[in-house]
């Protein structure tokens, strides 16, 4: 299996601010991962795919890079509905894996 | 728009099996593929499986030898059964669509479904 490994696991911004969280993958997976946002008691709502590519509706603030093995994901400057969990998901081969998730919060 | 409705008993016992059914308004059956994914009470996501519309499914080697996915085009519902059930297995149940048979990312979900086991 593939293992994704996001960091931080938690981290406490106030808005305005740029946050990053980072993804590994503990092999190569190409190009093939999304973002994915989850609030409390929600399904998870798709950010990114294709490392880089806006899901349609989703703010311009969001941005993803990455290949292979390092993803980033960044929030340009932090809104209040940004305060979720964030969640990276490998869909190069399966299992389909998931990080731990990053929970981003209200400092 | 396409929208996924799920249902299915929430409260079970220890060795008892699960069965949840997720249903596709809005869009096609065929043509694209179908996942479970669950998430543990304060957990992450762990992907149960996945399945396209003529039945051929990939299952977690964790959760294989318990877990049948199954569809009913006629229907646009697909299923999920998981026998011989642990306290281990209580968690919220998505029901998912893939972006495309070949872009196996999650763009639909279902609301969610949570099901707690017991001894």
């Known amino acids: 299996d593939i293992q994704m490994t996001q960091s931080p696991s938690y981290l406490s911004a106030s808005v305005g601010d740029r946050v990053t969280v980072t993804c590994r993958a503990s092999?190569?997976?190409?190009?093939?991962l999304a973002w994915y946002q989850q609030r409390p008691g929600k399904p998870p709502n798709l950010l990114l795919y294709?490392?880089?590519r806006l899901q349609s509706g989703v703010p311009s603030r969001f941005s993803g890079s990455g290949s292979e093995t390092y993803f980033t994901l960044t929030i340009s400057s932090l809104q209040p509905e940004d305060f979720a969990t964030y969640y990276c998901q490998q869909y190069y081969n399966t299992p389909r894996t998931f990080g731990q998730g990053t929970k981003v919060d209200i400092k | 728009q396409v929208q996924l409705q799920q249902w299915g008993a929430g409260l079970l016992k220890t060795s008892e099996t699960l069965s949840l059914t997720c249903a596709v308004y809005?869009?096609?059956?065929?043509?694209?593929?179908w996942a479970w994914i669950r998430q543990p009470p304060g957990k992450g996501l762990e992907w149960i499986g996945e399945?396209?519309?003529?039945?051929?499914?990939s299952y977690n080697p964790s959760l294989v030898s318990r877990v049948t996915m199954s569809g009913d085009t006629s229907k646009n519902q697909f299923s999920l059964r998981m026998t011989s059930l642990t306290v281990a297995d209580t968690a919220v149940y998505f029901c998912?669509?893939?972006?495309?048979?070949?872009?196996?990312?999650?763009?639909?979900w279902g609301q969610g479904s949570l099901v707690t086991v017991s001894s």
């Open positions: 092999q190569g997976i190409s190009g093939s």
């Open positions: 998912a669509r893939y972006s495309s048979s070949w872009s196996k990312y999650v763009q639909h």
């Open positions: 399945m396209n519309n003529i039945g051929s499914a």
């Open positions: 809005g869009g096609s059956f065929s043509g694209y593929y």
């Open positions: 294709s490392a880089s």
